[in-house]
């Protein structure tokens, strides 16, 4: 099995501030919403938990695994998408002409990343590298896995799971820790392909 899982809320969630890799901690709602989860997902199996290094990832699956024997390894391809400039900008959807609404409302046109920022292309390039070294190995042998990161990683990883268009970057949308399935493997149908 192949399970999902966004970190918790941080103070710039609700401010919407846009955050990318700037290194936001959970606050107090979003330890409460990792409280949650760890009790609504205690009896979900997970072998190996992927995750990204930024402190809100960290905290959400430290505090949803606590007490459980599941090794959590840290891998940089799994941090946010870069903003560059545009990090901490708060309510870009208010802000006439900014070039990172491009990215929210048509990701398939967002080619040229901002200044010190990412572009679509690399973090489809980076996700997709993860997904194929650590990942559909661990899926293969069995193994469940859980990945705990960011909107927009998250975002990434699904439509290359499910094989969705940019388009459709956004169309599955990416809550605050609630567990996502991606692959199902008691559907014994399910094949990974070694281009997946």
């Not at 990215?103 to 993860?130: C, I, K, M, N, Q």
Request: some cysteine.
């Amino acid at each position: 099995m192949l399970y999902i899982m966004r970190h918790g809320k941080t103070d710039w969630n609700n401010l919407k501030k846009i955050q990318g890799r700037t290194d936001i901690p959970l606050n107090e709602e979003g330890r409460k919403m990792a409280e949650e989860a760890r009790e609504e997902y205690k009896d979900v199996h997970f072998d190996v938990c992927y995750c990204s290094p930024l402190i809100r990832a960290k905290e959400t699956a430290e505090i949803l695994l606590r007490d459980r024997d599941v090794p959590i390894l840290f891998d940089d391809r799994l941090k946010e998408m870069g903003f560059g400039i545009y990090e901490g900008i708060q309510e870009s959807f208010s802000i006439p002409d900014c070039p990172i609404n491009v990215f929210f409302w048509h990701p398939e046109e967002y080619t040229t990343p901002v200044e010190g920022g990412e572009s679509v292309d690399e973090l489809f390039a980076r996700t997709g590298a993860f997904l194929k070294e650590r990942v559909y190995p661990k899926i293969k042998e069995g193994k469940d896995v859980l990945i705990v990161a960011h909107g927009a990683t998250n975002s990434c990883i699904v439509c290359q799971v499910k094989n969705r268009e940019r388009k459709d970057f956004w169309a599955d949308g990416i809550p605050n820790c609630k567990l996502q399935t991606l692959i199902d493997t008691s559907d014994k149908t399910e094949e990974i392909s070694d281009e997946a």
